[in-house]
């Protein structure tokens, strides 16, 4: 009878570590492939706030709230910070883009592009 109690014991100890691992588990990121770093974060959050200022500005260029030279200027501003926002990210894609991988994209693409023309042509 002692012998169960232990069992018993140990059996209620795995399940309760099992449950705790079951509910702490979803707070922890697992998947180490998927992380965007702060500042890209900070880059799209800026990039979505501009863009956000800009249709604001728009809209109230539209409500004959501000002047067309207003309008103007500070639709050419803002154009400018996302322009710049722009080339900061294709810069990251740039570097961050495996070119051998792409390079094995593109051939598979051409090959896929033959053979479709090759069957295209047999059709005809």
């Known amino acids: ?8 014991i140990i059996f209620t100890a795995a399940l309760a570590l099992i449950c705790l ?11 180490t492939f ?9 880059i799209a959050a800026t990039k979505e706030a501009l863009l956000t200022t800009l249709n604001e500005i728009e ?3 539209k409500m004959d709230k501000i002047s067309h030279a207003d309008y103007k200027n500070l639709k050419r501003q803002y154009e400018i910070e996302v322009a710049k926002i722009m080339k900061e990210e294709d ?10 991988l792409m390079a094995e994209v ?5 090959e896929q592009m033959k053979n479709y023309a090759k069957k295209k042509g047999e059709g005809k």
């Open 34 to 42: 998927i992380q965007l770093s702060s500042k890209d974060q900070d």
């Open 91 to 100: 810069q990251f894609v740039d570097t961050s883009v495996d070119k051998d």
């Open 59 to 61: 809209f109230e260029y």
């Open 1 to 8: 009878m002692h012998d169960i109690s232990i069992l018993s």
């Open 21 to 31: 691992f079951l509910i702490v588990a979803p707070f922890f990121k697992w998947d």
């Open 106 to 110: 593109e051939k598979e693409i051409e």
